[in-house]
């Protein structure tokens, strides 16, 4: 079974600039969520889609991050313009779906971003 | 809400020995609790899960144990090795809500 891709591993930018990451999760996982991880902590939730509709993004800074699942499937997670406390690596999870019991998120690699 | 938190940042153990990692989480409404394993360039690996309704569940030389009446969760490693060295992170999440997650304990298992 294929894991949840995301791209790219690596980015580098200068503040103010924008940046896109993409997310594939795993064949037929109806939530999808984008998680950030600074560095020494723990991942911090963003924003949750259930199928191509938002759950939760009361954590997402909606004046410079954007989200969307237009189609159920993949995603994009969106910054602009960043700032250098946007350092982080942003992870990219599937799950089954939230009301379903015993349920884990799977986790991709991660998008490490810098901002300089 | 919810909020995890872990007792120590680090966890130095022999190898060979037994680990004992602890969390807390905050609201008595968690149901579903999970142990992540994230080693360096790499995304949370699931390790090992409980329901509220456990409190106590076995895999392969990892226990978790969850004391809903105190709010704590704890995982055990059984005869640590070096391939055991990562971050641990435990996770909690309210029936139809999100996981929310602890600051994490890095495990570094020592020759």
């Known amino acids: 079974e294929a894991g949840v891709a995301q791209s790219p591993r690596y980015k580098i930018i200068e503040k103010r600039q924008s940046v896109a990451f993409w997310c594939n999760p795993i064949?037929?996982?109806?939530?999808l969520y984008w998680y950030q991880q600074i560095l020494g902590q723990g991942p911090k939730l963003l924003i949750q889609?259930?199928?191509?509709?938002?759950?939760?993004d009361s954590q997402l800074p909606k004046d410079r991050f954007s989200a969307e699942r237009l189609k159920g499937v993949d995603s994009t997670l969106k910054i602009q313009p960043a700032k250098l406390e946007d350092s982080a690596v942003y992870l990219c999870a599937s799950s089954l779906g939230v009301r379903v019991m015993n349920t884990e998120a799977f986790f991709g690699q991660g998008t490490r971003l810098t901002v300089v | 809400g919810e909020s995890v938190g872990l007792h120590l940042p680090t966890l130095s153990v022999q190898e060979g020995d037994n680990s004992i990692i602890n969390c807390a989480y905050s609201n008595s409404a968690s149901d579903y609790f999970i142990w992540y394993k994230q080693e360096s360039g790499k995304g949370p690996q699931f390790i090992i899960d409980?329901?509220?309704?456990?409190d106590k569940r076995q895999g392969q030389r990892v226990t978790v144990l969850l004391n809903k009446t105190v709010k704590h969760l704890s995982l055990q490693i059984a005869a640590t090795q070096p391939g055991d060295s990562a971050v641990y992170f435990c996770?909690?999440?309210?029936?139809?809500?999100?996981?929310?997650f602890g600051p994490g304990t890095r495990l570094s298992v020592l020759p």
């Open positions: 409980i329901r509220s309704n456990m």
């Open positions: 889609f259930q199928n191509n509709g938002v759950v939760d």
């Open positions: 996770a909690a999440r309210n029936y139809g809500q999100n996981f929310v």
């Open positions: 064949s037929g996982h109806a939530t």
